[in-house]
């Protein structure tokens, strides 16, 4: 429930409207008991945990599967279980600028992406917005640290998930919920131009990704499945409206495959792309293909991976080479689940 639906609740019940201003404000700290909200009378309390009971209402939406901590640099990557018996991945991540988590937006993922193990089994059901707001919930209690930025760039096309994904992210804005600047909110996307479309209007000052991969429909078309139904004539232009709309810089994100999308040439033609459909306002993302057993990709070199990003920066777009954080675990998209999976199987 969002907070007006809770004061909804709430009057319902023939409760004072500010139990739920209380009770929401215990959910944004992770409450998992409503006994524990010590500022509601005794017998509210009782009435709540009898809900909670018979099925009506939940406090908890997942509960801790597994967590892969990293020895090198603390990033942390969770297997959450559903109340369903699905499983979701969400990862925590220390920047010097703050902490971030990286949340999915669905049980799975239809999108198809050739290097992606997300989407190996398919998409087997949305997320809820509470079910998103859970993942940050869990990760901060479990941590006992502050979450300051929040990626939706976990398993899950978030665009493939509209509705729910803009309640969560309004929830995450509000100030009587996370209060986290939407400056501080990514959202990542293959490039389903409908919702980038919406995106732009409905959150002009969040922060968009775009899985780009490719700088040709020909290359692009074998890695993403989404381009033949938005190819790239198509994408970028929705792209460079975001940019001209928000006045914010786009992401582009570039997984370097080893023979497929990383020759110096690729990059000189990624550059004349960029140059010709978005402008000035972009950055490119590179990073080395994560290995997936699954697929017979694999990544660049690092070196060759600095190499590629020297030649767009010559040609005037901006990029880095993104920092591996949790190499040492499961944190790229979808392994862990896929291991977990297998082992049940
Ligand atoms: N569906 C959204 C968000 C989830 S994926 C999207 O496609 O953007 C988050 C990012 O990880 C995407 O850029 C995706 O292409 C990338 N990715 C998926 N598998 C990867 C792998 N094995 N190595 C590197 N990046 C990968």
Request: charge should be neutral; glycine fraction near 8%; proline fraction near 3%.
């Given at each position: 429930m969002d907070f007006k639906e809770l004061v909804k609740f709430f009057e319902?019940?023939?409760?004072?409207?500010?139990?739920?201003?209380?009770?929401?404000?215990?959910?944004?700290?992770?409450?998992?008991?409503?006994?524990?909200?010590?500022?509601?009378?005794?017998?509210?309390?009782?009435?709540?945990?009898?809900?909670?009971?018979?099925?009506?209402?939940?406090?908890?939406?997942?509960?801790?599967?597994?967590?892969?901590?990293?020895?090198?640099?603390?990033?942390?990557?969770?297997?959450?279980?559903?109340?369903?018996?699905?499983?979701?991945?969400?990862?925590?991540?220390?920047?010097?600028?703050?902490?971030?988590?990286?949340?999915?937006?669905?049980?799975?993922?239809?999108?198809?992406?050739?290097?992606?193990?997300?989407?190996?089994?398919?998409?087997?059901?949305?997320?809820?917005?509470?079910?998103?707001?859970?993942?940050?919930?869990?990760?901060?209690?479990?941590?006992?640290?502050?979450?300051?930025?929040?990626?939706?760039?976990?398993?899950?096309?978030?665009?493939?998930?509209?509705?729910?994904?803009?309640?969560?992210?309004?929830?995450?804005?509000?100030?009587?919920?996370?209060?986290?600047?939407?400056?501080?909110?990514?959202?990542?996307?293959c490039g389903v131009v409908p919702g980038i479309e919406a995106f732009t209007?409905?959150?002009?000052?969040?922060?968009?990704?775009?899985?780009?991969h490719a700088p040709s429909n020909e290359i692009r078309d074998r890695l993403?499945?989404?381009?033949?139904?938005?190819?790239?004539?198509?994408?970028?232009?929705?792209?460079?409206?975001?940019?001209?709309?928000?006045?914010?810089?786009?992401?582009?994100?570039?997984?370097?495959?080893?023979?497929?999308?990383?020759?110096?040439?690729?990059?000189?033609?990624?550059?004349?792309?960029?140059?010709?459909?978005?402008?000035?306002?972009?950055?490119?993302?590179?990073?080395?293909?994560?290995?997936?057993?699954?697929?017979?990709?694999?990544?660049?070199?690092?070196?060759?991976?600095?190499?590629?990003?020297?030649?767009?920066?010559?040609?005037?777009?901006?990029?880095?080479?993104?920092?591996?954080?949790?190499?040492?675990?499961?944190?790229?998209?979808?392994?862990?689940?896929?291991?977990?999976?297998?082992?049940?199987?």
């Amino acid at each position: 429930m969002d907070f007006k639906e809770l004061v909804k609740f709430f009057e319902e019940m023939g409760e004072k409207k500010f139990r739920a201003t209380q009770v929401y404000a215990w959910m944004m700290h992770g409450a998992q008991s409503f006994d524990r909200m010590t500022d509601l009378p005794a017998g509210l309390r009782a009435r709540l945990e009898e809900m909670q009971d018979a099925g009506l209402i939940s406090l908890n939406l997942a509960m801790i599967s597994n967590v892969q901590i990293s020895k090198s640099d603390g990033t942390r990557k969770y297997l959450l279980m559903l109340n369903d018996g699905n499983f979701v991945e969400c990862v925590f991540m220390k920047y010097k600028y703050g902490n971030s988590v990286c949340i999915s937006s669905q049980v799975g993922c239809r999108m198809g992406c050739a290097f992606c193990a997300s989407t190996i089994g398919g998409k087997l059901r949305n997320l809820s917005a509470g079910e998103m707001l859970e993942e940050v919930l869990v990760i901060a209690r479990d941590t006992g640290e502050p979450v300051s930025h929040i990626v939706v760039m976990g398993t899950g096309e978030p665009f493939d998930n509209y509705e729910n994904l803009a309640r969560f992210l309004r929830t995450v804005h509000d100030e009587k919920g996370l209060n986290i600047g939407m400056r501080n909110i990514t959202v990542s996307t293959c490039g389903v131009v409908p919702g980038i479309e919406a995106f732009t209007v409905d959150f002009p000052s969040a922060g968009l990704a775009v899985s780009l991969h490719a700088p040709s429909n020909e290359i692009r078309d074998r890695l993403l499945p989404i381009n033949k139904r938005y190819p790239l004539e198509v994408l970028l232009p929705a792209c460079r409206t975001y940019t001209e709309h928000t006045g914010r810089r786009i992401t582009f994100e570039y997984a370097l495959i080893d023979g497929v999308n990383d020759s110096f040439s690729h990059a000189k033609a990624l550059a004349r792309l960029l140059h010709s459909h978005v402008g000035k306002l972009c950055h490119v993302n590179l990073i080395p293909l994560n290995k997936v057993s699954e697929s017979a990709f694999s990544g660049s070199g690092r070196r060759h991976a600095t190499a590629f990003c020297e030649i767009l920066e010559k040609h005037g777009i901006p990029a880095t080479v993104r920092r591996e954080l949790g190499a040492d675990i499961d944190a790229a998209c979808g392994q862990l689940r896929m291991k977990t999976m297998e082992q049940k199987k």
